[in-house]
């Protein structure tokens, strides 16, 4: 019987067994998929000689993670690689934004737009070294990050206070007007605020664009060397260096609970997998408490909730092996790993509004990635392995386009919405269809498919709105990896600090379950005065027979 159960072999739940085991729990990890990485995958399933990353690609909050540094995963052969350049944003009048590692290049591709903008952004960058340590501290710890906070406030003071808090809970569209005098730095802030599910007039959205544009400013847009896997790779070689087991193909359908308490999983197999101190739960927040754990173990409050929880959007994924360079109109797209393919912060409103209104967007705004530009290994020299994702709504009330999309996405629709996807590229790099040697589709329904946690494809575990932020990530009242049934912890995406791979979560539930022991067992040596507490080994709850 191991001492911890995990539900989940994607990037948090290797990172919590990790560190379970680190402190000598012997640890199980249960994945529903024939392999482990959840949404940290990648295949040569476009063209063999092309590997091509299935979810995720790039990874700034990972290298910004101090709880995968920790974990020094490099000893485990994972390295890391950069582009030229971290992203740019081409406009059709031949202007690009270009976001570069180098402050002064940076800097100088915003001069362009408009003097003065150069400074500004120097500026912003200055509050983030004022402010980056606090931040980071606060992202990767449980809610509300009390030490973090209190280091925050002292540093909030010297950076301007209420002032500062008022900037990065403006829209980015407003935070960019007052910012910059030209359309460069608001294309930076405003795309990368797009990377998750904020609108350019959302509250917050200036924050998070501020935070993600830091983030490649200091730390670049990183890509494990030969793939989203080699990440996934060096969590599990580590894990089973310290006598972790992964299990592949096992569906947890649900987590026993015994005496008020979690005791193990059931598997789709019928197998009961006893846990002897807890069970850490890498799945949703409406997974979890909305299938896995009977409705009756949990308060009527935290279920009715739920019924409000907000997904972030669907995503639309395209791949393709490329037989030469992306033809840019913009040069410096070129060194580029990711492009942002919008026309302007405006293109962005109209893209966001036509999802808000449920209606499929007509001209996409395309997040472009050029691997092989980012790691020469992922495809033959002059070659690219390329994707492109975009946003589309969960429930399809109409087509902003001529295609009659509904959101059945059956083939036919999969094939003009992946054409809808390589026309807006086209816009950007004429030309750029020429080039396709294959290309292949994944709709959301199929990245669902591919990973549960992508509930119709969305991919941040729940929106990153204010509203399901912090305290109220997932619902409510919580904002902690603690769950209502004693020894369940919560270890996905929807908790908090929420999406990305930074393998927060994960961490967060796992030192929860070893607090909640080392807690346990002083309260109970309190509990009997003059008595040591007890060893008991092989201590646990027992699974009702099926």
């Given at each position: 019987m191991p001492d911890a159960v995990v539900i989940g072999a994607g990037p948090n739940g290797l990172v919590a067994a990790n560190l379970l085991a680190d402190a000598g729990w012997s640890v199980e990890v249960l994945e529903?998929?024939?392999?482990?990485?959840?949404?940290?995958?990648?295949?040569?399933?476009?063209d063999p000689e092309f590997a091509s990353d299935l979810f995720s690609a790039f990874?700034?909050?990972?290298?910004?993670?101090p709880v995968l540094a920790g974990l020094r995963l490099e000893r485990e052969g994972l390295g890391w690689s950069h582009a030229p350049k971290v992203l740019a944003h081409p406009l059709r009048d031949g202007r690009c934004a270009v976001l570069s590692r180098d402050l002064e290049e940076t800097a100088a591709s915003l001069e362009a737009f408009a003097p003065g903008d150069g400074a500004a952004w120097k500026e912003l960058w200055e509050v983030w070294e004022e402010l980056r340590t606090g931040v980071l501290d606060a992202m990767f710890t449980p809610f509300p990050p009390v030490r973090a906070g209190a280091r925050m406030a002292l540093r909030l003071r010297g950076a301007g206070g209420l002032r500062l808090a008022r900037t990065l809970l403006l829209p980015v569209r407003r935070l960019g007007e007052e910012e910059f005098r030209g359309e460069g730095g608001r294309l930076l802030l405003a795309g990368n605020a797009l990377h998750a599910d904020l609108a350019p007039e959302a509250t917050g959205s200036g924050g998070f664009g501020w935070l993600m544009s830091m983030l490649g400013q200091t730390y670049g847009f990183p890509v494990p060397t030969g793939g989203a896997g080699a990440l996934t790779a060096?969590?599990?070689?580590?894990?089973?260096r310290r006598g972790g087991a992964v299990r592949c193909g096992e569906r947890v359908t649900e987590v026993v609970v015994r005496g008020g308490r979690a005791v193990g999983v059931r598997t789709a197999g019928g197998e009961a997998v006893a846990a002897r101190r807890a069970v850490l739960a890498g799945v949703s927040a409406p997974a979890l408490y909305g299938s896995l754990v009977d409705e009756r173990h949990l308060p009527g409050r935290l279920l009715a909730d739920l019924k409000r929880f907000q997904w972030d959007f669907a995503t639309f994924k395209v791949d393709w092996a490329l037989n030469g360079s992306v033809p840019w109109t913009c040069p410096e797209a070129a060194q580029a790993g990711t492009v942002h393919l919008a026309e302007g912060v405006d293109g962005l409103t109209r893209f966001a509004a036509q999802i808000a209104m449920g209606r499929v967007p007509d001209e996409p705004f395309a997040l472009f990635g050029q691997m092989t530009t980012a790691d020469p290994s992922r495809s033959p020299r002059g070659t690219e392995s390329a994707w492109a994702y975009t946003h589309v709504p969960h429930r399809v009330r109409g087509d902003a386009g001529d295609d009659g999309l509904t959101g059945s996405w059956d083939a036919r629709e999969q094939e003009a919405m992946a054409d809808r996807v390589e026309a807006q590229v086209e816009r950007y790099a004429p030309g750029f269809r020429g080039l396709i040697r294959a290309r292949r589709v994944l709709a959301p329904p199929t990245l669902e498919s591919m990973d549960a946690n992508l509930h119709g494809g969305a991919i941040n575990g729940g929106t990153t709105a204010m509203h399901q932020q912090l305290v109220f990530r997932p619902t409510p009242g919580t904002g902690r990896p603690e769950t209502p049934v004693p020894g369940l912890y919560l270890a996905s995406a929807s908790a908090h600090p929420g999406g990305g791979v930074h393998g927060a979560p994960g961490a967060n539930a796992a030192r929860a379950a070893l607090r909640r022991r080392r807690t346990g067992a002083l309260s109970h040596l309190r509990s009997r005065p003059g008595r040591r507490c007890p060893r008991r080994r092989n201590a646990g709850f027992p699974l009702p027979r099926s």
């Open positions: 529903a998929q024939d392999e482990p990485g959840g949404a940290v995958r990648h295949d040569r399933g476009v990874y700034p909050l990972a290298a910004a993670s060096a969590l599990a070689r580590r894990l089973a």
